[in-house]
């Protein structure tokens, strides 16, 4: 009974979600409203947050994962700053993607529609609540949201808050639908609601993101884990090769763009490993070498799990490589198609690497911490897709649509 009783939202919420994209006006106008509702009720969402802390701590989760439930003025200015720059961005739906005129005269234009209803299933970030429904409202997308249960406080007062900025804008409560009960069973219901459902994006470990893929078939967009490497070539600046992977790992080691692996040229493993050494010790980041690693400084030897493990910690693994061939092998073995970066001061060499790095992101001397949607100047992000279609790399509300072909004709039929 309960089953057909969201089934029946969720047809509801699909019905809706076609008269999202009419208004751009009201669309920004309910995210205005969002961000006020964020700003005047912050001490209630802190209220609903710490419930979810306490159970947290109760239930022993580890402190990383505490850390990113965490929501006080600092998380929620950010969030508001988000909602902002989503409400000024240039309206999406009915952009033109291209267009020509065709020999028989037809006027032909290709333009981006919203994708319909997405189903969004997250863990533990509440603020993934507001960045997922900003960023479907701005791109005319109804939405299913499915929070972690360690989140659900937060997550059911965000989404009452957006629900009521949709109301204040004359827009339909439904089109943002929150599944407030975290039973497995109502996320199987939710993925074999094809019908009502157009695309599935899961974000999380890889745990969810196998069981989001055993039991659908709405196409499905994965926001992976991130095992994300930095390496040193052998003309690298040693100072700006020691900042950034300081700042990629100690800066949040929680985050999925946070480095896990520091591939070090051996022409210059000697000199930079007790510096690199050095500085995580200071900053209590536990280091795991290769057999070569642990003879130059001294560390823990890396298990046969650690190179490709998404830590999510002060852990980090570190490989000398014997030339930039074996560090590209090594990332496309072993990355998880996320954020990689080079430190180099050979032109070359950055640029083959870019060019033979398989990720969604890659840098050449800057820190694996600026994947992100709100530092690519999308406002925010739904997630950081590492998969290669429908999007790739940090998706923000262009990445929320799909496209239709326009044609103006003047009489024309086929012969």
Do not use: W
Not at 137 to 150: C, D, P, Q, T
């Amino acid at each position: 009974m309960e089953s057909e009783m969201m089934l029946k939202d969720l047809q509801k919420l699909k019905q809706n979600a076609k008269h999202l994209a009419k208004s751009a006006l009201q669309r920004n106008e309910a995210l205005t409203y969002i961000a006020h509702l964020l700003n005047t009720r912050r001490e209630e969402i802190k209220a609903h947050n710490q419930k979810d802390l306490i159970n947290a701590m109760q239930s022993h989760l580890s402190q990383s994962l505490i850390d990113r439930l965490r929501l006080e003025d600092k998380q929620i200015d950010s969030m508001i700053k988000a909602i902002e720059q989503i409400a000024l961005q240039d309206e999406v739906i009915g952009e033109v993607i291209s267009g020509s005129t065709l020999a028989n005269g037809m006027r032909l234009r290709k333009v981006k529609v919203p994708l319909g209803v997405v189903g969004m299933i997250y863990e533990s970030r509440p603020n993934v609540t507001i960045d997922a429904a900003a960023l479907c409202i701005k791109s005319g997308n109804g939405v299913v949201l499915r929070g972690g249960k360690e989140a659900i406080h937060s997550n059911a007062f965000l989404a009452e808050i957006i629900q009521d900025a949709l109301s204040m804008a004359g827009l339909p409560r439904e089109v943002v639908y929150f599944l407030a009960d975290s039973a497995r069973e109502k996320m199987i219901t939710m993925l074999q609601a094809k019908e009502y459902i157009d695309v599935v994006i899961p974000r999380g470990g890889e745990g969810l993101i196998d069981f989001v893929l055993q039991h659908t078939k709405i196409p499905v967009i994965m926001h992976n884990k991130g095992v994300c490497h930095i390496y040193v070539e052998k003309s690298a600046n040693l100072k700006m090769a020691l900042e950034i992977c300081l700042n990629a790992k100690i800066s949040r080691p929680s985050a999925c763009n946070a480095v896990e692996a520091v591939l070090v040229h051996r022409e210059i493993a000697t000199e930079f490993l007790p510096l690199l050494h050095q500085a995580m010790q200071e900053a209590e980041v536990l280091l795991k070498g290769c057999a070569q690693t642990i003879e130059v400084i001294d560390i823990m030897r890396a298990e046969a799990g650690d190179f490709g493990r998404e830590f999510n910690d002060k852990i980090l693994a570190i490989k000398i490589v014997q030339s930039t061939d074996e560090a590209i092998a090594h990332i496309n073995t072993y990355g998880s198609g996320h954020s990689e970066a080079i430190i180099t001061e050979n032109y070359t060499m950055g640029e083959r690497f870019v060019s033979e790095v398989d990720s969604a992101v890659v840098y050449i001397n800057a820190s694996t911490r600026f994947s992100d949607g709100g530092e690519f100047g999308l406002g925010a992000e739904i997630g950081i897709s590492t998969q290669k279609l429908h999007a790739r790399g940090p998706m923000g509300a262009q990445d929320l649509c799909t496209s239709k072909y326009i044609i103006h004709g003047d009489g024309q039929v086929r012969v």
